[in-house]
């Protein structure tokens, strides 16, 4: 039987990468952590770490042990909450992930009004790629998504899915790039240079297809990165073309600097919206939420919608 308490230790450390640092965080001391390690290893009857130097370093067995074990503190943490909600009713803890278009232009509004109706309630908020924040969904170590509603979380026998608002996606540039200063085809995006979101993100993916089932080998990629709306300037600056929501351009938005290209063939239209895995518990607080955005959909409307 694995202790609750080794497993948060074992997990700390991996994470650390060394005893001292692992100790220092966890308030314990490197010799109980070493007796932990032990214990684990004895009952598993195999090795967990490897020294390279002063690093500890996971095994292939314990590469496996630390995702079954971050599983197993997930849902001991979720059944620790689930008991404590039946007490405190919605004065309880939500943790939201979010892509950024939406932490931007949803969340301000919904935690408002949350915070109005239940003062109780605290929130931790990760903003992200939409894909790494479905993974963490999936393991637990979030309680709800806001972003875009992809076909991967289309599957309603694992996700249960709210719609809240239209957004477009679209090719943008600077506003004194040259691709504007004859008409704009897909040649013409084809022959510029472009910084997109990593190749596991669903708008990239969409752009890449839409590319190739035009005939094109796909957009010229010369930098990734894991927040593309973030990084407005970075795109005016360098003169590269971008795939970014329609409601981060326009005066007063992030992307005030970037410009449209007008283009029906690269306008990606997508529902977003707030995901929540059916098997994890929906707590009071969290369905709160959801109701609060539901009611105000009508707020989201416009921006990004098609034009």
């Known amino acids: 039987m694995i202790d609750l308490r080794d497993a948060t230790y074992f997990v700390a450390i991996a994470d650390a990468g060394n005893l001292a640092l692992a100790a220092e965080k966890l308030g314990r001391t490197q010799p109980a952590l070493t007796k932990c390690i032990r214990r684990l290893e004895d009952d598993l009857r195999t090795e967990l770490f490897r020294h390279e130097g002063r690093r500890l370093v996971l095994t292939e067995a314990g590469i496996v042990f630390?995702?079954?074990?971050?599983?197993?503190?997930?849902?001991?943490?979720?059944?620790?909450?689930?008991?404590?909600?039946?007490?405190?009713?919605?004065?309880?803890?939500?943790?939201?992930?979010?892509?950024?278009?939406?932490?931007?232009?949803?969340?301000?509004?919904?935690?408002?009004?949350?915070?109005?109706?239940a003062p109780a309630v605290t929130l931790d908020l990760t903003v992200g790629m939409n894909d790494v924040l479905v993974q963490a969904l999936i393991e637990k170590n979030l309680d709800l998504v806001f972003g875009p509603l992809t076909e991967a979380t289309g599957d309603t026998d694992r996700f249960e899915s709210f719609s809240l608002a239209t957004d477009a996606a679209v090719a943008v540039a600077s506003r004194d790039h040259p691709i504007f200063d004859s008409p704009i085809t897909m040649e013409s995006l084809a022959a510029h240079k472009w910084v997109l979101s990593r190749p596991a993100?669903?708008?990239?993916?969409?752009?890449?297809?839409?590319?190739?089932?035009?005939?094109?080998?796909?957009?010229?990629?010369?930098?990734?990165?894991?927040?593309?709306?973030?990084?407005?300037?970075?795109?005016?600056?360098?003169?590269?073309?971008?795939?970014?929501?329609?409601?981060?351009?326009?005066?007063?938005?992030?992307?005030?600097?970037?410009?449209?290209?007008?283009?029906?063939?690269?306008?990606?239209?997508?529902?977003?919206?707030?995901?929540?895995?059916?098997?994890?518990?929906?707590?009071?607080?969290?369905?709160?939420?959801?109701?609060?955005?539901?009611?105000?959909?009508?707020?989201?409307?416009?921006?990004?919608?098609?034009?």
């Open 66 to 117: 630390l995702a079954r074990m971050r599983s197993l503190i997930g849902h001991a943490a979720e059944i620790r909450r689930e008991i404590a909600d039946l007490g405190v009713g919605i004065a309880g803890h939500i943790r939201i992930g979010s892509a950024a278009t939406a932490a931007e232009y949803m969340l301000p509004l919904l935690t408002a009004e949350l915070i109005r109706q």
């Open 201 to 307: 993100v669903a708008t990239r993916q969409w752009l890449q297809e839409r590319f190739r089932s035009l005939g094109f080998d796909g957009p010229q990629v010369q930098m990734e990165t894991s927040s593309i709306s973030l990084l407005p300037r970075l795109i005016a600056e360098t003169k590269l073309l971008s795939f970014i929501s329609r409601r981060n351009l326009g005066a007063g938005a992030a992307g005030a600097q970037l410009k449209e290209i007008p283009l029906e063939e690269t306008t990606m239209l997508r529902e977003f919206g707030i995901i929540r895995l059916r098997s994890a518990y929906f707590t009071p607080a969290a369905r709160l939420l959801v109701e609060i955005a539901e009611a105000r959909k009508a707020d989201f409307a416009g921006a990004g919608e098609a034009r």
